[in-house]
């Protein structure tokens, strides 16, 4: 018996889709991507490589924040100038991408 599932019998039967497991690690690796680009972009714009304390100081903390609402936001801009402009366009070619367009496609009929 799992103490975060309750019994396992009940899970037994279920099935598990690799479109799905497949739109998930492209969310991932995509997720991860830009998240370690905002890392390394804004550590080496913000944070001074001579380490005197342990902690960040006022400064960096800010700057830290206005980095990454910077980042943050261009990335939305830029993900929806794309999607607005680019949704049926040959920039969504990849096998990947088109598998996520269908499926938003019809979660979207189904709404």
Do not use: W
Not at 55 to 70: F, M
């Amino acid at each position: 018996m799992s103490v975060f599932l309750g019994s396992t019998s009940q899970f037994s039967h279920a099935t598990v889709d690799p479109e799905k497991i497949k739109l998930a690690e492209i969310q991932f690796q995509a997720m991860s991507f830009t998240f370690n680009k905002l890392l390394a972009r804004c550590e080496a714009k913000c944070l001074v490589h001579e380490y005197g304390e342990g902690e960040l100081t006022k400064g960096e903390l800010e700057c830290i924040d206005r980095c990454v609402l910077k980042y943050v936001k261009a990335n939305v801009v830029i993900g929806n100038f794309l999607q607005t402009n680019f949704r049926f366009s040959p920039y969504n070619s990849m096998p990947e991408y088109k598998k996520v367009q269908e499926m938003l496609i019809n979660s979207e009929r189904e709404q």
